[in-house]
């Protein structure tokens, strides 16, 4: 069946460093993927999305590439800031049928 | 607007009363969502209501009952609850059941 596996956590990450957050899915059709953020004592926000091989999600400073060929939609940012602590979430949807399917979820504290 | 919101916040209840939560949203979704998730997890997906139809029930047990009374609100009616049901109960609606999902903030309910 279909599944998305995230990279464990926790991450702890200075501010302005680089981040890179991986997410992986397995799927029988064509699905579409997403990044979700909660921040502490709130529900899940949508970050991005993207609905196609090679389309390219961003917001906030955040992308992800969605690559068919590795089935992979990492997330990523150029500098974190401290207000990008949350847990993240990449999750998948499909095309045909539905169910919404979670990562288990990343953890990101960026320190000053 | 991307608004789901969700009444109460927060919700302590003794394992005999009866209390409801609620869900509104006014985007004209016709998919909606309750969720459970517990501390650092993923939420794990309780029941789906399609254009006001209940139409995946994931083997919840039947003292959480939910209801759709129109396209714009969700309930979820609790009794007889379990200290292991305390949780974070998020809302979610979608345009349809394979488009993104948007969340309200949850409430965090505590059972005694």
């Known amino acids: 069946g279909d599944s998305v596996t995230q990279m464990e956590g926790p991450v702890t990450l200075s501010e302005e460093a680089f981040l890179t957050i991986n997410c992986t899915y397995t799927?029988?059709?064509?699905?579409?993927l997403f990044w979700y953020v909660q921040y502490p004592g709130e529900g899940l926000q949508l970050l991005l999305k993207?609905?196609?091989?090679?389309d390219k999600g961003s917001n906030k400073g955040f992308e992800a590439t969605y690559r068919k060929e590795t089935t992979s939609f990492h997330l990523e940012k150029g500098s974190v800031q401290v207000s990008d602590s949350a847990v993240y979430f990449c999750?998948?949807?499909?095309?045909?049928?539905?169910?919404?399917?979670f990562g288990t979820g990343t953890s990101l504290t960026v320190i000053p | 607007d991307t608004e789901v919101t969700q009444t109460p916040k927060h919700l302590v209840m003794g394992m005999t009363n009866k209390k409801s939560l609620k869900c509104e949203q006014h985007?004209?979704?016709?998919?909606m969502y309750w969720y459970k998730q517990k501390a650092k997890k993923p939420p794990e997906l309780m029941f789906v209501?399609?254009?006001?139809?209940?139409?995946i029930n994931e083997s919840v047990p039947s003292r959480f009952s939910p209801e759709c009374p129109n396209s714009s609100l969700l309930n979820l009616h609790l009794h007889a609850l379990q200290p292991e049901d305390s949780a974070l109960y998020l809302c979610?609606?979608?345009?349809?059941?394979?488009?993104?999902?948007?969340f309200g903030p949850g409430t965090r309910l505590t059972v005694t």
């Open positions: 799927a029988t059709g064509y699905p579409s």
């Open positions: 209501y399609s254009y006001e139809k209940l139409s």
């Open positions: 993207a609905t196609k091989a090679d």
């Open positions: 985007m004209g979704h016709r998919a």
């Open positions: 999750a998948l949807s499909e095309n045909t049928g539905n169910q919404f399917y």
């Open positions: 979610a609606s979608s345009q349809s059941e394979r488009y993104e999902q948007y």
